[in-house]
Every structure is written in structure tokens, then in C-alpha cells.
């Protein structure tokens, strides 16, 4: 899929998101993240403490989810990740001030919650601009998985610069997050990326190991 | 054998140490914050910290098939040093993370009147987050720090179910049974605390509301003292079940009054990119 075809709204995110929680919460979680929706709607400060408490309150098993939702990659939405990620959707702001939210409840999360950020960039890419960027710098210096593949979704697609995008699509390989994560691959794959990935290929030859089947798979189609 | 280290310092461990507890039955842990040998300088060196245990160590731990929680404070050591004094205002938002189990180690080092105030604050803020209390008794005059332990508790309200008094020994362990609070026991491979004698204590005062942990951490211990005092146990005559109870059943009875531990089996390693779990028949 292209950069273009990625691009999702708020208002799409949140009701794909919403239909594909409804028929897995039970009556009490589906109360709790009603309540928890509307209070973050009215108060941006609360996520501070709602987004944590999500995992406990939802569950956090995986969710099963329709095409659309996927976007050409692989299903890899938890019941924990939709129901964070549909919180940080209703926050009443947008530009400065959503940036600002978004760095706040970045820093200050844990890990899951800095996923959802990261997830929530999907939509909320488009009212920030560039400035969550660091964010996503941040989340690639790490070594979690967890983190690394929430950022090379379609906000890591459009926005993040030729080298940096680059390092993490080779990151991805290093780490073991499977390229089918990597949001807009075929699409803004280049000459670099792959003289890269031939270079990686022939050292793992050079020392006798296999090349992972990701890689081949890439270089194959080039 | 199933065990639940309910006090271990991964940070400083390194990974074969997480190959070979998976391999003698450790599926679950705490971690508690305390101080790391060498004295910080700044609050900013905490909040690093603390990320890692609400981050990154719990994601390594997950790799090898371990559940890591944690618990979090200030600790009596540190407490008396000013410059770390703020790390109690950022506790708050700590407190209310998923990983996050109890306040602790909080407790005395050297009974002086600021880690007075800073443990009496943190019994506070454990009512206010609804979480259970690991205290940490002192190394040097053990005896008087855990009456004054106890004597602390009692005074904050906090019901003494929801408290464990940790480091005991023979001496230390009677007026804690008789408190109501949980009894902690760390065994280490040198003379503070070992097996043997665990075991002693456990004929003696009975396998309810005890908690035996490793402790280990970067000083001289060792991952694996969890399952040598389960095995001295039944060397000494207890039962499969009563091993059961004071490494698994136990810790997860303490810790699960937070409402927050989750015991399901880790996604493998090469799925953990898509989130945090796979659950194998377990409900959500
Ligand atoms: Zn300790």
C-alpha cells in the first residue's frame, strides 16, 4: 500500500476501532472505557491516569479485526492497544496543544502506554505535523519490539526522514519484527535500503549463517 | 515446581540468570525498587529507573518466559539524601501503572527522622493507590528497625494483611507473626539467611503468610535460592502442596490484592513485537 492509501482519520480510527472492541468486552469493561472516553473527552488530563489502568480494566488478549483495520499489514491489534489507543482519539485538542498531550503521556508511560502513542499517530499524525517525531526516535534507540514495530507504522511511513526510516526497516530485521509489519515497505523502499539489505545478506553468507527469510524475500522483488 | 520470586533485582542479572530460573520453575517475580550500590545524585537517574522496570525489564524478562511486575518507591537509604527527596512527587504516577504491585522497599536504614517522614508519606500514598507495602528491614540492628517497622504500620491504618515485612530471621519473626502483616524471608548463599533454617522457621510458625525470595540483586545471592529452600522442604518432610503454597500460592495471594498481577503465559519472543501477551486458555 502507498503512504496515500495508509492515511486514516480520527473519526475512521475511532469507529473501526470501537466495532472491533464491542463484541469482545464484557458489560463492565465496555462501561469502564465508555466512562473513560467521555471523561478524557472532557479533560485531556485525565488520560494521565485512565491510560494506565486500560490492561486491568479491558483485558488484554489479542483482537480480532476486520480487513480495513489492518491496512495490508498483519492483524496485530490486543484488546488492551485498541481501547488505549481509542482514548488518546478522543483528546479535545489538536496541533501544539495534542503534541504536547502526546509527549506528556509518552514520557510518563510505560511501555504499553508509549505503544499506544506511537499507535495513535496513525490518525493523529495528521493534526501534529512532524513534531511527535521524536517520539518515534525515542522508541527506535530502544531495543523492544513492542515499541520498534509501533513505529514503523504509516506516521514512521510519511514522516519519518530517508536515513532514520531506513535504519529502522534494518532494525525491524535485527530485532526480529517481521518486514510485513513495516507500513508502506514497497512503497518507499529505494536504492539505499537496498544496497543495505545486500550488504547485511552477504555478511550473514560470509559467516555462515542463514539470511532471514524477510530479507531474501526483499531482495528478490528487486 | 512452580515459583513466584516475590523479591529479586533483575536489573542487575543478567540473562543466563533469567535461562536458568525459567529452567528451575520461576514463571513469575517482583522487582522491587531499591538502591543500586552506588548513590544517586538526582531525580532524573530515577526516572530512568523506573522506566526500565515498567519497560524494558519486564519486556526481557517476557523473552524467556517470565512474568515481571514490580514495586515502587523511595528507599530508606536514599531517603536521606535531599537531592532525591522529589522522586516522592513522581511516585504518584508510577503508582497507577499495570506492572506496578506495591509501594516498596520502603522502611528504615539507619531510623533516622527523614526516613521517618519518607516512609510514613509512602504508607500514605499505598492507601491512596489501594496497593500493597514491602518493607525492608535494616541490616544493622534488625531487631529494633522491625519493631519500629511495625509500630509505623500500625499507626498508618493500613490493614496488616496487605503489608509484608521482609529480611526476617529467627529473631526478627515472631513479632511479625503475631502483627498480622506477611512474613518475608531472604535466602542468601552466605550466613544471613539460609534454606535450612527457612525451613526450620516454616516448622515452626506454619506455611501461611510467608514469602521466601532470593533477594538477589548485584551483591553476593543467588537466582536460584527459591527452589533450593523448595526442595529443602520436601527434603525436611513437607508436601508437594505445601511447597506449592509458599512459592507460588502465596506471592500471588500477597501481590494479587494489588488487582494487577497477570500470570498468563509471555507471547514468544518472536511474536512479542505485537503486543504484550498470548493467552493460552485463560480467560482475559
Ligand atoms: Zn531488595
Known amino acids: 500500500m502507498t503512504r496515500e492509501e495508509l492515511r486514516v482519520t480520527r473519526e475512521e480510527l475511532r469507529k473501526e476501532l470501537t466495532e472491533a472492541l464491542a463484541p469482545v468486552l ?88 508509549r505503544r499506544a502513542v506511537l499507535r495513535s499517530l ?45 535504519q529502522a526497516v534494518l532494525k525491524c530485521v535485527f530485532t526480529g519484527v517481521p518486514l510485513s509489519v ?25 559467516a555462515g549463517r542463514d539470511v532471514p527469510a524477510d530479507v531474501a524475500r526483499f531482495l528478490e522483488v528487486r | 515446581m512452580r515459583i513466584f520470586d516475590p523479591h529479586i533485582h533483575m536489573t542487575s542479572r543478567t540473562t543466563d540468570d533469567y535461562e536458568r530460573m525459567y529452567q528451575a520453575g520461576v514463571r513469575a517475580l517482583v522487582e522491587p525498587a531499591f538502591w543500586l550500590g552506588q548513590p ?9 529507573y523506573f522506566d526500565g522496570l515498567v519497560g524494558w525489564e519486564p519486556f526481557r524478562a517476557a523473552q524467556f518466559g517470565i512474568r515481571h511486575h514490580c514495586t515502587m518507591a523511595l528507599n530508606p537509604k536514599e531517603a536521606n539524601d535531599p537531592r532525591c ?70 499507626e498508618s491504618g493500613l490493614p496488616p494483611e496487605r503489608v509484608v515485612i521482609d529480611h526476617l530471621n529467627e529473631v526478627t519473626v515472631g513479632p ?14 552466605d550466613t544471613k539467611m539460609d534454606e535450612d533454617r527457612m525451613v526450620a522457621i516454616l516448622r515452626e510458625y506454619g506455611t501461611e503468610r510467608m514469602l521466601v525470595n532470593s533477594a538477589a540483586d548485584w551483591g553476593r545471592s543467588d537466582p536460584l535460592k527459591t527452589r533450593r529452600t523448595g526442595e529443602a522442604m520436601l527434603a525436611a518432610g513437607f508436601t508437594d502442596d505445601d511447597v506449592d503454597q509458599v512459592l507460588w500460592r502465596n506471592p500471588v495471594e500477597f501481590y494479587g490484592q494489588s488487582g494487577r498481577l497477570v500470570l498468563d503465559v509471555p507471547a514468544d519472543a518472536g511474536t512479542l513485537f505485537e503486543g504484550n501477551s498470548v493467552l493460552r486458555g485463560t480467560p482475559a
Request: charged fraction near 25%; glycine fraction near 10%.
Open chain 1, 122 to 166: 496513525d490518525a493523529l499524525g495528521a493534526e501534529v505535523g512532524g513534531a511527535a517525531l521524536p517520539l518515534l526516535h525515542d522508541a527506535l534507540r530502544t531495543n523492544d519490539t513492542r515499541l520498534v514495530a509501533a513505529a514503523v507504522g504509516p506516521y514512521g511511513a510519511a514522516r519519518l526522514p530517508a536515513p532514520a526510516w531506513r
Open chain 2, 85 to 154: 527527596r522529589p522522586v516522592l512527587d513522581l511516585l504518584p504516577r508510577y503508582l497507577e501503572k499495570d506492572g506496578v504491585v506495591a509501594v516498596g522497599e520502603v522502611g528504615y536504614d539507619s531510623m533516622t527522622p527523614e526516613e521517618d517522614e519518607v516512609f510514613a508519606r509512602q504508607l500514605a500514598l499505598a492507601a491512596e493507590h489501594d496497593l500493597p507495602v514491602l518493607v525492608h528491614t535494616p541490616h544493622r540492628d534488625k531487631a529494633a528497625g522491625t519493631r519500629r517497622s511495625l509500630d509505623v504500620v500500625r
Open chain 1, 182 to 206: 513495516v507500513a508502506g515497505l514497497d512503497d518507499r523502499a529505494d536504492a539505499e535500503l537496498t544496497r543495505m539489505m545486500t550488504d547485511y545478506a552477504r555478511e550473514r553468507t560470509a
Open chain 2, 176 to 189: 511479625v507473626a503475631d502483627s498480622g502483616c506477611w512474613m518475608g524471608f531472604s535466602i542468601y548463599p
Open chain 1, 26 to 113: 464484557d458489560a463492565e469493561a465496555s462501561t469502564w472505557l465508555a466512562g473513560a472516553r467521555e471523561r478524557v473527552g472532557g479533560d485531556a488530563g485525565a488520560a494521565a491516569v485512565l491510560l494506565p489502568a486500560v490492561g486491568r480494566r479491558c483485558g488484554r488478549g489479542p483482537l480480532p479485526v476486520r480487513g480495513t483495520l489492518r491496512r495490508g499489514r498483519p492483524a496485530s491489534w490486543t484488546v488492551d492497544d485498541a481501547a488505549r489507543v481509542v482514548l488518546l482519539l478522543e483528546l479535545p485538542c489538536t496541533g501544539e496543544a495534542l503534541t504536547a498531550r502526546l509527549d506528556d503521556l509518552y514520557r510518563h508511560g510505560d511501555a504499553h502506554e
Open chain 2, 40 to 48: 544517586r545524585t538526582s531525580v532524573g537517574s530515577f526516572v530512568d
